[in-house]
């Protein structure tokens, strides 16, 4: 039986943060007729999509499968009004070894910029650290 309910607060979300399609399937991996699916009704996402967007958008899950979201077109009348302005709380950056996305935090690309900043001998210091205690591959 298909959510409705989900569709539209998948479409509504997306469209809060300013985001298409395309960008939401990189980030799950799927195509992007795959997560056009999602919000038309036609496929619900599996359990760990569904997690995955509840945490990027910083909802629970049962508000993401059932809660009531503004639909979007009540969202751009909302938005219009408001004069809070949302953020999506990831950053996208682009691996140049392997053309992979990655998404950062506030925070991770806060830490970034400062190491930028730092001279040589700190860097080495800072990556030195980093690799001592960083968790082993698995």
């Given amino acids: 039986m298909p959510n409705i309910q989900l569709a539209n607060n998948l479409r509504y979300l997306r469209k809060q943060n300013k985001l298409t399609q395309k960008d939401l399937s ?8 795959a997560y056009s ?6 496929r619900t996402p599996d359990l760990d999509s569904l997690l995955y967007l509840a945490g990027f958008y910083n909802v629970n899950l049962d508000s993401l499968v ?9 969202a751009d009348a909302a938005a ?8 999506i709380p990831y950053t996208l ?5 392997t053309g992979n996305s990655i998404y950062l935090t506030e925070e ?11 001279s040589r001998e700190n860097k080495q210091i800072i990556t030195g650290f980093i690799n001592d205690n960083a968790a082993p591959d698995v």
Avoid at 108 to 118: A, C, F, G, N, P
């Fill in 37 to 42: 699916n999602y919000e038309t009704s036609k």
């Fill in 108 to 118: 991770e690309l806060e830490i970034i910029t400062k190491i930028r900043t730092l």
């Fill in 66 to 74: 059932l809660g009531s979201l503004p639909s979007p077109d009540q």
């Fill in 26 to 33: 990189e980030m799950l991996n799927i195509s992007r007729q």
């Fill in 93 to 97: 950056s682009v691996d140049k070894n």
């Fill in 80 to 87: 219009s009004e408001s004069i809070a302005e949302q953020k």
